[in-house]
């Protein structure tokens, strides 16, 4: 279903389509679950016990004892070691910590790849509603400027004023060139981001408002789940778990071998049997820096996490008031600005084509409109903008194939 687009040029991309798709094909994603798996396989060999060895001795000893000649297995032993102190389920615990940070990392990369995404989902509505716009100016002043010039043809209208409508048409004109322009622009952008084929038509819903966004005391209160900060929390855990993992591994290490060795004893061939154990000697280092080590990065670790969640908390109130104070211009824009211009314009319109306004006038009420509508969908793309921040700032995902998100 992602991939209908490219073969339905009628289908509306819509932006739940929009993030699913670059969710689909971000080699970001690719990495982050590389990365996870890779984690996973390492965690699977550090819960392993070390494997054993096997010795071999081959020796000419018996040989020249007993006249034979040649050589021969003189001895065959097994050593294996020995983990203390339970360092193997030390071992295994940091590595479980780091495939979930992992985790949390590849779900930090599914958030940052949907707010791209919406950020050139709403370029292209926003490119899209542009054309438009300057679509419909272009039409209706280029009927204007008809008019004109059969007005001036009549005498109706002085040559100046005729010049004043075409003039007023070719700004038109010049502004859907600059239009379609952009379009182009942004439209490459979405194409790139969502990797869909040039030749390929794209179709999108209209630019609109956003609905206004949950309380700001609501998204704090669910921002331990944030994956940003779930992630480096869980580094917390993985450096904490790696501080045990030192402490059990600075006792010596210790082996124990096993075999048997044939030997030529009172003229006959003896095979005699050992046991040894092997334990290295902290002469030298008895293993304080390492730890040490460790339990500084787990200090730093928290403080990252405690630097982060500040950080976050800071974001999250920033986006949460620019969205709702972008909302609010939208609306009075709306009521004060955008409506009235259009109910003015279309009186001046009749006006002057009945004769009883000037040119003047209707240049004005055009070109306040046109102002108006422009800053209408500037604002519309603000407010979305500002959304896609909120979200991304409050760990909100559009996509469903994460349900770590949730838990």
Same mark, same amino acid.
Request: charged share 30%.
């Given at each position: 279903?992602?991939?209908?687009p490219l073969s339905s040029p009628a289908a509306d991309w819509t932006l739940?389509?929009?993030?699913?798709?670059?969710?689909?094909? *971000?080699? %970001? =994603?690719?990495?982050a679950r590389a990365e996870r798996d890779r984690r996973v396989g390492l965690?699977?060999?550090?819960?392993?016990?070390? +494997?054993?060895?096997?010795?071999?001795?081959?020796?000419?000893?018996?040989?020249?004892?007993?006249?034979?000649?040649?050589?021969?297995?003189?001895?065959?032993?097994? $050593?294996?070691?020995?983990?203390? @102190? /339970?360092?193997?389920?030390?071992?295994?615990?940091?590595? @479980?910590?780091?495939?979930?940070?992992?985790?949390?990392?590849?779900?930090?990369?599914? =958030?940052?790849?949907? !707010?791209?995404?919406?950020?050139?989902?709403?370029?292209?509505?926003?490119?899209?509603?542009?054309?438009?716009?300057?679509?419909?100016?272009?039409?209706?002043?280029?009927?204007?400027?008809?008019?004109?010039?059969? $007005?001036?043809?009549?005498?109706?209208?002085? &040559?100046?004023?005729?010049?004043?409508? +075409?003039?007023?048409?070719?700004?038109?004109?010049?502004?859907?060139?600059?239009?379609?322009?952009?379009?182009?622009?942004?439209?490459?952008?979405?194409?790139?981001?969502?990797?869909?084929?040039?030749? *390929?038509?794209?179709?999108?819903?209209?630019?609109?408002?956003?609905?206004?966004?949950?309380?700001?005391?609501?998204?704090?209160?669910?921002?331990?789940?944030?994956?940003? =900060?779930?992630?480096?929390?869980?580094?917390?855990?993985?450096?904490?778990?790696?501080? &045990?993992? *030192?402490?059990? %591994?600075?006792?010596? #290490?210790?082996?124990?071998?096993?075999?048997?060795?044939?030997?030529?004893?009172?003229?006959?061939?003896?095979?005699?049997?050992?046991?040894?154990?092997?334990?290295?000697?902290?002469?030298?280092?008895?293993?304080?820096?390492?730890?040490?080590?460790?339990?500084?990065?787990a200090i730093r670790q928290d403080a990252e996490r405690r630097l982060t969640? $500040? @950080?976050?908390?800071?974001?999250? &109130?920033?986006?949460?008031?620019?969205?709702?104070?972008?909302?609010?211009?939208?609306?009075? !824009?709306?009521?004060?600005?955008?409506?009235?211009?259009?109910?003015?314009? %279309?009186?001046?319109?009749?006006?002057?084509?009945? /004769?009883? =306004?000037?040119?003047? %006038?209707?240049?004005?009420?055009?070109?306040? +409109?046109?102002?108006?509508?422009?800053?209408?969908?500037?604002?519309?793309?603000?407010?979305?903008?500002?959304?896609? #921040?909120?979200?991304?700032?409050? /760990?909100?995902?559009?996509?469903?194939?994460?349900? &770590?998100? @949730?838990?």
């Amino acid at each position: 279903m992602l991939l209908a687009p490219l073969s339905s040029p009628a289908a509306d991309w819509t932006l739940d389509r929009t993030a699913e798709r670059a969710l689909t094909v *971000a080699p %970001e =994603l690719d990495a982050a679950r590389a990365e996870r798996d890779r984690r996973v396989g390492l965690a699977d060999e550090a819960g392993r016990w070390p +494997n054993p060895s096997l010795e071999f001795d081959f020796s000419d000893e018996l040989g020249l004892q007993d006249g034979s000649g040649g050589w021969s297995v003189k001895e065959y032993a097994i $050593r294996q070691p020995l983990p203390i @102190d /339970g360092r193997i389920g030390h071992r295994a615990d940091a590595a @479980d910590r780091r495939v979930e940070v992992a985790e949390s990392r590849q779900l930090q990369r599914a =958030l940052a790849m949907e !707010h791209r995404a919406a950020l050139a989902f709403h370029q292209m509505q926003w490119a899209q509603a542009r054309v438009e716009q300057a679509a419909a100016q272009q039409k209706w002043t280029r009927r204007f400027a008809r008019i004109g010039d059969r $007005r001036a043809s009549a005498g109706d209208l002085s &040559e100046r004023e005729r010049l004043r409508l +075409n003039l007023l048409h070719a700004e038109a004109q010049a502004e859907l060139d600059e239009a379609r322009q952009v379009h182009e622009a942004a439209l490459a952008t979405y194409r790139g981001v969502l990797d869909i084929d040039e030749n *390929a038509s794209v179709s999108l819903t209209e630019l609109s408002r956003p609905d206004s966004p949950p309380s700001l005391d609501t998204l704090r209160e669910r921002l331990d789940r944030h994956p940003t =900060l779930r992630a480096a929390a869980r580094q917390v855990a993985a450096a904490r778990a790696e501080v &045990e993992q *030192a402490r059990a %591994e600075r006792l010596p #290490d210790l082996a124990v071998r096993m075999g048997r060795e044939r030997a030529h004893i009172n003229g006959r061939d003896e095979t005699t049997n050992h046991v040894g154990l092997q334990v290295e000697l902290p002469l030298w280092s008895q293993g304080h820096g390492r730890v040490d080590a460790k339990q500084s990065e787990a200090i730093r670790q928290d403080a990252e996490r405690r630097l982060t969640e $500040r @950080d976050l908390g800071i974001r999250l &109130e920033r986006s949460h008031t620019r969205l709702t104070g972008a909302l609010e211009h939208i609306r009075e !824009h709306r009521t004060a600005v955008l409506e009235p211009a259009k109910t003015v314009l %279309e009186q001046t319109r009749r006006g002057f084509q009945q /004769g009883e =306004l000037s040119l003047t %006038e209707l240049i004005d009420a055009a070109q306040a +409109n046109i102002r108006g509508s422009r800053r209408y969908i500037d604002l519309l793309l603000e407010a979305r903008k500002h959304e896609s #921040d909120l979200r991304l700032a409050a /760990g909100l995902m559009l996509t469903t194939d994460y349900p &770590e998100q @949730d838990r």
